[in-house]
Protein backbone atom coordinates (compact mmCIF):
# COMPACT_ATOMS: atom_id res chain seq x y z
CA UNK A 1 0.00 0.00 0.00
CA UNK A 2 1.24 3.70 -0.52
CA UNK A 3 2.46 5.33 2.28
CA UNK A 4 2.49 9.24 2.46
CA UNK A 5 4.37 11.79 4.64
CA UNK A 6 3.21 15.51 4.98
CA UNK A 7 5.71 18.02 5.98
CA UNK A 8 6.01 21.97 6.08
CA UNK A 9 3.52 22.67 8.26
CA UNK A 10 4.09 24.98 11.33
CA UNK A 11 2.80 28.80 12.88
CA UNK A 12 2.16 31.32 10.46
CA UNK A 13 0.42 35.18 10.68
CA UNK A 14 -2.48 36.41 8.51
CA UNK A 15 -1.21 36.57 5.08
CA UNK A 16 1.66 34.61 5.10
CA UNK A 17 2.84 31.87 2.91
CA UNK A 18 3.32 28.29 3.52
CA UNK A 19 4.03 25.26 1.19
CA UNK A 20 3.35 21.65 2.23
CA UNK A 21 4.87 18.45 0.58
CA UNK A 22 3.62 14.96 0.47
CA UNK A 23 6.05 12.16 -0.05
CA UNK A 24 4.46 9.27 -1.18
CA UNK A 25 6.13 5.30 -1.40
CA UNK A 26 5.40 1.94 -2.23
CA UNK A 27 1.87 1.19 -3.74
CA UNK A 28 1.19 1.53 -7.92
CA UNK A 29 3.41 4.00 -9.82
CA UNK A 30 2.91 7.42 -8.02
CA UNK A 31 1.87 9.05 -11.58
CA UNK A 32 -1.23 6.76 -11.28
CA UNK A 33 -2.74 8.24 -8.44
CA UNK A 34 -4.68 11.84 -8.17
CA UNK A 35 -3.51 13.38 -5.22
CA UNK A 36 -5.72 15.38 -2.56
CA UNK A 37 -5.41 17.48 -0.25
CA UNK A 38 -7.92 17.48 2.78
CA UNK A 39 -7.85 19.57 6.41
CA UNK A 40 -9.56 18.87 9.63
CA UNK A 41 -10.11 21.33 12.54
CA UNK A 42 -11.40 20.04 16.23
CA UNK A 43 -15.16 19.36 16.26
CA UNK A 44 -15.42 19.51 12.32
CA UNK A 45 -15.75 16.66 9.74
CA UNK A 46 -12.78 16.38 7.13
CA UNK A 47 -12.95 19.22 4.66
CA UNK A 48 -11.89 18.63 1.07
CA UNK A 49 -9.47 21.06 -0.06
CA UNK A 50 -7.08 20.28 -3.62
CA UNK A 51 -6.53 17.81 -5.61
CA UNK A 52 -4.35 17.31 -8.88
CA UNK A 53 -4.97 14.27 -11.59
CA UNK A 54 -2.58 12.35 -12.41
CA UNK A 55 -1.34 13.91 -15.46
CA UNK A 56 -1.01 17.11 -13.41
CA UNK A 57 -3.76 18.60 -16.51
CA UNK A 58 -6.38 18.75 -13.90
CA UNK A 59 -6.96 20.48 -10.68
CA UNK A 60 -9.99 20.92 -8.34
CA UNK A 61 -10.22 23.52 -5.32
CA UNK A 62 -12.66 23.96 -2.86
CA UNK A 63 -14.49 27.42 -2.83
CA UNK A 64 -12.43 28.50 0.44
CA UNK A 65 -9.25 28.25 -0.71
CA UNK A 66 -9.27 29.33 -4.71
CA UNK A 67 -6.98 32.09 -6.07
CA UNK A 68 -4.97 31.51 -2.71
CA UNK A 69 -4.25 27.63 -2.70
CA UNK A 70 -2.29 25.97 -5.46
CA UNK A 71 -1.78 21.97 -5.60
CA UNK A 72 0.94 21.00 -7.56
CA UNK A 73 3.20 17.65 -8.31
CA UNK A 74 6.52 16.23 -9.19
CA UNK A 75 5.48 12.77 -10.53
CA UNK A 76 9.46 12.22 -10.49
CA UNK A 77 9.44 12.86 -6.91
CA UNK A 78 6.77 11.41 -5.73
CA UNK A 79 5.92 14.37 -4.30
CA UNK A 80 2.50 16.49 -3.67
CA UNK A 81 2.78 19.98 -2.96
CA UNK A 82 0.10 22.91 -1.69
CA UNK A 83 0.93 26.18 -1.65
CA UNK A 84 -0.69 28.29 0.79
CA UNK A 85 -0.92 31.91 0.22
CA UNK A 86 -3.07 34.83 1.87
CA UNK A 87 -3.56 32.48 4.55
CA UNK A 88 -6.63 33.14 6.75
CA UNK A 89 -7.09 32.62 10.35
CA UNK A 90 -9.70 29.92 9.36
CA UNK A 91 -6.71 27.76 7.68
CA UNK A 92 -5.64 26.52 10.87
CA UNK A 93 -5.98 22.33 10.65
CA UNK A 94 -4.11 19.48 10.29
CA UNK A 95 -3.77 19.39 6.67
CA UNK A 96 -3.66 15.99 5.20
CA UNK A 97 -2.10 14.22 1.47
CA UNK A 98 -4.88 11.21 -0.07
CA UNK A 99 -4.03 9.24 -3.28
CA UNK A 100 -6.79 8.08 -5.40
CA UNK A 101 -6.07 5.13 -7.62
CA UNK A 102 -9.98 5.46 -9.40
CA UNK A 103 -9.51 9.39 -9.92
CA UNK A 104 -12.95 10.08 -9.77
CA UNK A 105 -12.26 12.40 -6.74
CA UNK A 106 -14.35 10.00 -4.38
CA UNK A 107 -11.82 6.93 -3.90
CA UNK A 108 -8.94 8.32 -1.76
CA UNK A 109 -8.00 5.79 -0.09
CA UNK A 110 -4.60 6.38 1.09
CA UNK A 111 -3.87 8.74 3.83
CA UNK A 112 -0.73 10.69 5.61
CA UNK A 113 -0.27 11.57 9.14
CA UNK A 114 -1.27 15.10 8.58
CA UNK A 115 0.67 18.32 9.11
CA UNK A 116 -0.39 21.00 11.10
CA UNK A 117 -1.30 24.36 10.09
CA UNK A 118 -1.26 27.05 13.00
CA UNK A 119 -2.84 30.44 11.40
CA UNK A 120 -2.56 32.93 14.63
CA UNK A 121 -1.50 36.91 15.18
Known amino acids: QMQLVESGGGLAQPGDSLKLSCVAS?????????MGWFRQTPGKEREFVAA????????YYAEAVKGRFTVSRDNDKNTVYLQMNSLKLEDSAVYYC?????????????WGQGTQVTVSS
Open 26 to 34: GGMPFKDYT
Open 52 to 59: VSWAAGET
Open 98 to 110: AADLVGDLTTFDS
